[in-house]
């Protein structure tokens, strides 16, 4: 998989709205065998692979049409194998979104997912990035060790964004997404207008109340 280093976002000088306008750094961060890859796979080629081992880290793009805009994601796939954990915080660095994956039917997934929490609060600002709890695998359900209300509550408690997904049948990923790429660009505030209309690009700062699964709110359970 493509590797490169990921500014901030970067504006596009297309007029054309199928053209992505600014681009987004996303990063999927979680215990190995949890399907980060999977997702991102899903979400990118519209397939799933039972299996997709990730070294260091793997790196995906897509383009989302959201109302107002055209954006460009970059998906960074972390391994979630301990002994990449201590250069993980170099593939996050600089992210705008945060993906922090669990496996419904791994008790001990979910635990790790609160520490991957720890590390990004280390790293960011409340208001400097978008952070999503995400209980994938929910075509097990009926072997689930962590219960919807669980992942709701503590998604809740710290103010993140929370959905159930699954790879393997596609459920609820483009939601996902699309509800991560949509609070990244309220949350990237557009500045006042530069002299002679010109828009300046978008800045950090204080946002208005993102749209969809804000802050607590879950999709409709299957």
């Given at each position: 998989?493509?590797?490169?280093?990921?500014?901030?976002?970067?504006?596009?000088?297309?007029?054309?709205?199928?053209?992505?306008?600014?681009?987004?750094?996303v990063v999927l961060l979680g215990n190995t065998s949890v399907g980060k890859s999977s997702l991102a796979y899903r979400y990118v080629k519209n397939d799933f692979k039972e299996s997709l081992p990730t070294?260091?880290?793997?790196?995906?793009?897509?383009?989302?049409c959201l109302e107002a805009t055209t954006i460009r994601l970059e998906i960074w796939d972390t391994a979630g194998q301990e002994k990449y954990h201590s250069v993980c915080h170099l593939y996050y660095r600089?992210?705008?979104?945060?993906?922090?994956?669990?496996?419904?039917?791994?008790?001990?997934?979910?635990?790790?997912?609160?520490?991957?929490?720890?590390?990004?609060?280390?790293?960011?600002?409340?208001?400097?990035?978008?952070?999503?709890?995400?209980?994938?695998?929910?075509?097990?359900?009926?072997?689930?060790?962590?219960?919807?209300?669980?992942?709701?509550?503590?998604?809740?408690?710290?103010?993140?964004?929370?959905?159930?997904?699954?790879?393997?049948?596609?459920?609820?990923?483009?939601?996902?997404?699309?509800?991560?790429?949509?609070?990244?660009?309220?949350?990237?505030?557009?500045?006042?207008?530069?002299?002679?209309?010109?828009?300046?690009?978008?800045?950090?700062?204080?946002?208005?109340?993102?749209?969809?699964?804000?802050?607590?709110?879950?999709?409709?359970?299957?």
């Open positions: 998989m493509e590797q490169t280093a990921t500014p901030n976002a970067v504006a596009s000088t297309s007029l054309d709205r199928t053209h992505p306008t600014y681009t987004y750094k070294v260091g880290c793997s790196f995906f793009t897509q383009t989302l600089g992210a705008h979104a945060a993906l922090l994956v669990y496996d419904i039917t791994s008790k001990v997934s979910a635990d790790r997912a609160k520490l991957w929490l720890q590390e990004l609060e280390k790293e960011f600002f409340h208001d400097e990035i978008v952070i999503a709890l995400v209980g994938n695998k929910a075509d097990l359900a009926a072997e689930r060790e962590v219960t919807t209300e669980e992942g709701e509550e503590f998604a809740q408690s710290k103010s993140l964004l929370y959905m159930e997904t699954s790879a393997k049948s596609n459920y609820q990923v483009n939601e996902l997404f699309t509800a991560v790429g949509r609070s990244v660009v309220v949350d990237e505030c557009w500045a006042a207008p530069a002299q002679g209309g010109a828009a300046a690009g978008p800045s950090r700062g204080p946002a208005p109340q993102r749209p969809a699964l804000a802050a607590g709110r879950t999709a409709p359970r299957a």
